[in-house]
């Protein structure tokens, strides 16, 4: 962002009635002020996350860099709106004094300054912070090659802790760097120990070792043609180089339209609304290869292995987290007896993103979970699984639609309710006391699209669920096909 600067001038009107006197409209009566430069932008190096969790009576000093570096006067001023809650101190002590919540702004001492200098810090002060006790690192892979990114994979224990925040650190960056994300990429051939440290006082941390291989340059690539992508999801491209063993950062990827669907630097898709887009790949050798991709309306495809929830949330006070593959929900309290922890994609009550649904083309929803007690078909005695859209939940009229579904057990084996299962739903199917069936010529936009979760026994039935993948099928056999071949 360009500086702004602060120039001083007067002026004078001129008028030559009776009573005035009139000014010299040639005299140059501006004044010889120094020029007053702005601040751009403030950054707080130390909080990156949404809120500041802090414990009644804990404090947290913020530490911030502003821009221009060679500002004269680098002064900000810090306030809190609530002060019973949280104060803070000018050297950006914030400190807590009672359960609630606060927000801290920080804005500059001189000027008005430009939008980057308008910062505020959510703070929520909780009875206690529940501190870290161990972080696990999940990754399967602990290879990669120069040039590619490796994202690391881990859980933060106990699964109530306070803070996610993480910092991370490489032992060796001329072998591998990490960001702040806990992406590795690798630089060089060599080991690396990267290494993540807590900020909740625990101090907590753990390491892990990542080889980095040499990098082979692809000579040629091809592109596998007209390959549909589901919304929100991130998918590596079907593509094949040559040599076999070739390394994909050595090829520069393309999008030409990155407001539908980007590509990183190894060929991984990731889309951000429905359309298409051509993705160009070039070798270094200038060897070269298209092919389309779509972004298709009613393709759902979620693998909760990658140890994130989006675009998925859960509601009802239920919590989540991720292990060996999977995602596992802790339920929220219904009421004193019962359990409930809804899955959503969409939710009007949420102002969650809407869903699109094209049943003409893909017929079938699965998700792949394991219960939380031994339900019962079309009966919520022991608890419910029941899909629900703004149009009525499937199959309503059948027992409310509680347990409305379809099992299938890789290989056509038998379902045991504290297993992993297929719970699936035919989409031509009834939605609603009404009889509502979506269109098959046509995708249907939907601002409701959910599994009720609720209703569980909390004396018969575990505190949890555990979610593995959701996905949209256009036949049964392919559903079945897809897993039994997992």
């Known amino acids: ?22 000014c010299d409209s040639d005299k140059d009566l501006t004044t010889d002020m120094p020029e007053v430069e702005l601040m751009d932008e403030i950054t707080i190096d130390n909080f990156k996350s949404a ?24 002064g900000i001023i810090w306030k809190s709106s609530n002060e019973a809650v949280a104060t803070v101190s000018q050297d950006g002590t914030i400190s ?5 919540e606060a927000t801290i702004s920080i ?6 300054g430009a939008t980057e200098t308008v910062k505020a810090i959510p703070v929520k002060v909780l009875k206690e912070v529940v501190k870290a006790t161990d972080i696990i690192f999940t990754n399967d892979e602990t290879d990669v090659y120069q040039t590619a990114t490796l994202p690391l994979s881990y859980n933060i224990l106990p699964a109530n802790h306070t803070y996610d925040y993480l910092t991370w650190k490489s032992s060796n960056e001329a072998i591998a760097t990490v960001d702040e994300n806990g992406v590795v990429r690798g630089i060089a051939a060599g080991v690396a120990t990267i290494t993540a440290y807590t900020h909740d006082r625990s101090k907590v ?9 040499e990098a082979v340059s692809a000579t040629e690539v091809a592109i596998a043609l007209n390959q549909d992508f589901a919304l929100y999801e991130t998918h590596v491209l079907d593509f094949t180089l040559t040599p076999a063993n070739a390394t994909a950062a050595t090829v520069k990827w393309e999008s030409n339209d990155r407001t539908v669907a980007s590509i990183d630097n190894e060929g991984n898709i990731t889309t951000h609304k429905i359309g298409t887009v051509k993705i160009t790949a070039t070798t270094a050798n200038g060897a070269t290869a298209e092919g389309m991709i779509t972004v298709a309306e009613g393709l759902f495809r979620k693998d909760f292995s990658d140890g994130t929830i989006f675009p998925w949330e859960v509601q009802n006070g239920a919590t989540f987290s991720f292990e060996k593959g999977k995602m596992v929900v802790k339920f929220g309290n219904q009421n004193a007896e019962k359990y409930r922890g809804d899955f959503v994609y ?38 419910c ?21 379809s099992i299938y057990v890789k290989n056509g084996a038998d379902w045991e309710w ?42 018969s039935s575990k505190d949890s669920y555990e979610v593995y993948w959701v996905r949209s099928f256009k036949t049964l056999e392919e559903l079945k096909a897809f897993v039994d071949n997992e």
């Open 1 to 22: 962002m360009r500086n702004i600067k602060l120039y001083i001038s007067a002026a004078f009107v001129c008028l030559a009635s009776v009573g005035f006197i009139a």
């Open 96 to 100: 807590a004094k009672t359960i609630g």
């Open 385 to 405: 699984i029941a899909m629900d859209t703004n149009n009525g939940r499937y199959k309503q009229p059948t027992g409310n639609g509680n347990n409305n579904y």
């Open 205 to 213: 941390k753990a390491s892990i070792d990542i080889t980095v291989k």
């Open 346 to 383: 969409a939710a009007s009550n949420a102002g969650i993103k809407k869903a699109a649904l094209n049943v003409g083309t893909y017929r079938y929803f699965a998700v792949k979970m394991t219960a939380a007690s031994n339900l019962e078909p079309n009966n919520n005695r022991y608890g």
């Open 51 to 74: 809120t500041l969790f802090l414990g009644v009576g804990m404090d947290s000093t913020m530490q911030w860099t502003v821009k221009p570096v060679n500002l004269e006067d680098k």
């Open 107 to 112: 804005t500059p001492a001189i000027g008005f």
């Open 418 to 459: 504290n297993k992993p299962a297929i719970y699936y739903y035919d989409m031509q199917q009834p939605f609603g006391n009404s009889d509502y069936r979506y269109s098959l010529t046509s995708p249907v936009e939907v601002t409701t699209f959910k599994f009720v979760m609720a209703d569980y026994p909390k004396a």
